[in-house]
Every structure is written in C-alpha cells, then in structure tokens.
C-alpha cells in the first residue's frame, strides 16, 4: 500500500471516528451538545475538497449529512441549508469522478441523497435563502439522464443570443446585489449569518454563469449547465418554474422567474400538507385500489378524486393562495421525491372542479435540466407514426384492449396518415356489467417473465427516429426497481433501454396511450428515471403519459383525437390541458383522464 492511499485512508478513519463520537455525544447530552463540533466537521472537510481535493466527497458527503440533521433537529436553519449545500457540492464532486472513471454512482448513498432532497427545499425556504433549495434540487436530480442530454445539446442551446442574452443581464444583476451586500457593514455575528448564505449562494450562481457563458465549467464544483439550468429554461421556455418537494414536517415550493420577466428570480413558499409521510400515504391508498384485480369502477373513481383533492389541498391550493398570477400563465411544475407520482396535472383546484391543466398552460418537468433541452423550436411540419397493438405476445399474460385500434385510426385520420396495427383480430372480452379493461400489466405476478425485444422492436425504434408526432396504443409495463426494464408492448416488448439506444428528432411530440408510463423508477434518489426523462433526453419536447392504469374504453379514444385535433393549433401541452378539461367538464370518468400528465416544455 502506498505512502498516499495510506495517508487517505487514515483521513477517513478519522473523520469516521469523528462522526460517530459526534452521534454518540448527541445520544448521550442531547442534540444541542454535538452540534457545533458536527458544524466545524462539515466545514473541514468541505474546505479540503473545494481546495481541490477530490478524494474528501465522500468524508464531505458524510460530515454535511450528519451537520444537516443535527442543525435540523434543533431548528437552525442557516446552519442546516449550509450544510445541505456543502452535501450537494460534494454529490456533484463524486459524480464527476464516477464520471471519469467510467464507474455508477455508489448506491450505498442514495438513501440519505433521497432523505436530502426531499428536506433540503424546506430548509432552505425556512433559512430565508431559497436560491439554496434551488441549487440543491437541481444538483440531486437527473444522476442518469441529465449527462446524456446535457452532452447531446449543450452547445447548440447556447449558441443564441436568444440564451444567452438572459443570461449576461441575470449575471450583471447578481454581481450588482453582491457588490452591495460585500459594501454593507459587517455583521456583528461574523460570517455564519443568513446575509452571508445569501452571499454564497449569489457567488456560486455568478461563478457557475461564468462558466456557462465561456462554455467552460471544469474547475467548478457545480457545474454550470446544473446551476443555471431552471434560469435558462424559464427564459427558452417562457414558463414560471416551480420546485416542489415533500419535507418531514412539511413540504415547501421554490419559484424560478426569468431575469427579463421583472420579478425576484428565485422566492419560496411553505406546503403544510406535503409531509413525506401523507405523500406516501396517498400513493398507497390510490394505487393498492388502481394496481388491483378491483375490477368496480366506483371504487376506482373514488381512489381517483380522492388523490385529485389531496393534491389540491396540499399543492395547488397554497400555491395559487401566495401567487395567483399563475392562473393563466405558462408554469413548469418540477416535483421533487415522490411527489412526482402524485396526479400534479390533473387535479382541480376550484369549485367548478376544472383540473389545474385547464385552468393554465401547465408542464411537468424531470429537472431544471430536462426542462432546459426540451424547449429546443417545435417543428413545422408534422410527421406523425401511429402505433396501436390490441393484444401483447399473442395474448399471453394480458387480456385483448381492443379500443387501441379505433384509437389509432382516428389518430391517424386527424394527420392524414395510415397507422401501424399489430394483430388487429383482436375481439373485446366481456368483463362484467362493472369491469374494464386496462391498457398495462401491473407485474409477472407467477406468469411468465416478459420475452426479449425481437427485430419488430429495432424497427420501431428506427420508425420512431424518423417522425416528430408519435402516439403509442398498447399495454404497458413499470418496473420501478429497474426502470430501464418498463416496455411498452407493440408486437414485442420495447423497453426502454432498446429506446435509449436511439436519438429522437428535436422538438418531437411523444404520446404514450399505455398503462403506468409516466411512472418512475424507486432506486435513483429524486431522480425521475422512466419514459418522459428518458425521452426528453433522447431529444422530445413534449412527453403525453400515464401514470398509473388506463382503462381500454371509448372515452379515452375521445380524449386522446381531441387532443390530436388540438395539438396541430396549439402547443401539446395546451392542447392535452384542454382536451383534459373538455372531458372533465362533459362528465367523463376521472380514471379515464386524470392519469395523464404533460412533461416537457
């Protein structure tokens, strides 16, 4: 062993053993006692490696975790975005070296990075300095996706004044504040004052301008394309961007305005009702009723309003309470954790019961990151590929959704175009005076595994490659563990790693009239690792999915030309918010529309 890992290994015992006297300290004397010696922890390590030492992330990784925690139990909140901060810095360094090495991020920290982001936008908002929460968001996002698209499009979105100009006034603004906070007298509390946070945070998002605007960000411990990247889609997109994110006690919002718009770039508000705890809660309640064998769609609708309106009390309610300037505005919702399974688009919000789609131009976005790419110019010719398959591997494992085919000949006739159908016999299966029939497979459940792609799945994805309007009709399949390993079934399986396999045309249009695809995956921690982030990054625009069952039925073949009809006038994210309301407003069943949801720009 040599003299230097010697030297390395000696400085993680020892800042192990700190660790651990440090908890046992707080276990004995309560929290109060241990937590100054876990602040100048956190701040040691934090300094060796912002001096370049890239080795001391992980030490830095868990000093800023355990000062989180202990500045948090106590209620100081300064000290606890500080450290939240100090934890993404060091994610961001340990990234980059996995990077290099060819390597996948250790997973044996992505419990605690789930934990950090779901509490570190609370804490920052409680801390005064939102900006923080931002920074934190987006740095503890898009681990997998966000490199793909990032490598794929950087230079091309920066290569505009239409970018860049934003960019350059946003960054004479901010040196501006930071010229006039440096000239204030001194605080006498020294440098651990809210003040000097703010401070931080404005030198780290001038520092990481800097280096976006050279194109350069190599040296920097955020990288520039993560820190301004909500900055820049809100200017590319001309959308409000919001941060939500579930937190222990409650749950807050971050807003993000674009320099040109006039208002405060970054303000925060709280979410009482957004408590990890009830988000989880809610989830399970809605998806043991719409995962089940259940086939009574009473009970199925009540699962479905009920989620509709705890996310209307928890969300939209105090949202539209402290800023109702986003009633008929142009909004990017970013949801953080687990948040993100939650119906965000559909839910109403009114007394009229209009869903939240119908009342602004609302989107959902992966990341600050997959909002950024994704509002590449939309094109101005379409050229549509219509897909419907009414049975999956002739009918093993899955009933007939005969309705798919119907579906995409309407599809299809709204573009002038003929659509592609696998095994079009398929014939309608009586289920019951109260069954339906739903568009995905909940799981093998004791059936046979899911076979191989075949050839009919390479050709799709090649067919897929050629168009910029594409609408799936099928069964489809969500493995959250292994999210890479969701299909949409058309013929044969086509999971998503064959997907990612290819290159999307940009600006295209991606509908997916299929079961659970909007899911996401449960292992990469406020990662929203599934078939919208994936397709964004293979260069969509818009992604139209499900988040949990479809029922194969008239109404949804309604809901989905409506949209198609809509979509050749307007943006597909207006498009589908109207055709939502439309359905919504003629008393159509909420299963039949409140899955669905817009990502993208």
Known sequence: MGLFTVHRTAEYEKVAQAIKELQQLGMREGTEAAVDGSWKLMRRCFCKMAQGRAWYAPMTLHASRVSFGMHADVGQWFFAACSSLSYSAAVAMMEAQCSKQGAPFPEE??????????????????????????????????????????????????????????????????????????????????????????????????????????????????????????????????????????????????????????????????????????????????????????????????????????????????????????????????????????????????????????????????????????????????????????????????????????????????????????????????????????????????SAALPEAGASSRGLSELMASANLIHLAGHGFLDPHHPLDSSVLLGRPLPLSALLDHDLRRGTTVVLSACHLAGIGTRLPGEQLGFPAAMLAMGASSVVAALWSVPDAEEVVRLMATFHKLVRGTSPSAALGQAVSRAAAEGTRPTMWGPFTHFGA
């Not at 780290?204 to 976006?212: F, N, Q, S, Y």
């Not at 800023?323 to 919702?333: E, F, Q, V, Y």
């Not at 970013?334 to 109403?348: F, I, K, M």
């Not at 549509?384 to 591997?393: E, I, K, M, S």
Request: charged letters at 25%; proline letters at 7%.
């Open 109 to 446: 920290f992505f419990a605690d990075m789930q934990m950090m982001a779901e509490m570190s936008v609370d804490v920052a908002h409680r801390a005064g300095v939102p900006l923080v929460g931002y920074l934190v968001a987006e740095a503890l996002t898009g681990l997998q996706m966000g490199d793909r698209t990032i490598a794929r499009e950087t230079s091309d979105l920066l290569g505009g004044d239409d970018a860049v100009q934003p960019l350059r006034a946003l960054r004479r603004s901010v040196r501006e504040a930071l010229r006039q906070a440096r000239s204030a007298p001194s605080n006498a509390a020294g440098v651990d004052t809210v003040a000097a946070l703010r401070v931080m945070a404005d030198e780290m998002l001038v520092r990481d301008l800097d280096a976006t605007l050279d194109r350069f960000s190599k040296g920097h411990i955020l990288s520039g394309s993560n820190t301004v990247s909500a900055i820049l889609a809100a200017s590319k997109t001309s959308r409000t961007v919001v941060y939500v994110a579930p937190g222990t006690t409650s749950g807050a919002a971050i807003r993000m305005d674009a320099p040109e718009s006039g208002r405060d770039l970054c303000t925060s508000v709280s979410l009482p009702g957004l408590r990890v705890e009830a988000v989880r809660n809610h989830l399970q309640k809605m998806h043991a009723v719409l995962s089940s064998d259940e086939p009574r769609k009473r009970v199925r609708d009540r699962a479905v309003r009920d989620a509709h309106a705890a996310v209307g009390d928890a969300i939209w309610k105090p949202l539209l309470a402290a800023w109702p300037d986003l009633l008929g505005a142009r909004i990017a919702l970013v949801p953080l954790g687990e948040s993100a399974r939650l119906p965000l688009y559909t839910a109403p919000v009114d007394e009229t019961g209009t869903p939240v789609c119908g009342l602004m131009d609302l989107t959902v976005a992966p990341s600050g990151n997959a909002l950024m790419f994704a509002g590449a110019p939309r094109p101005s010719r379409i050229d549509p590929l219509v897909v419907a398959d009414p049975w999956f591997d002739d009918g093993a494992g899955a009933g007939p959704i005969p309705f798919t085919v119907p579906e995409a000949r309407e599809v299809a006739a709204v573009h002038g175009v003929k659509p592609v159908i696998f095994r079009e016999e398929a014939k309608a299966v009586a289920t019951g005076d109260d069954g339906e029939r739903l568009r995905g497979l909940t799981g093998p459940r004791g």
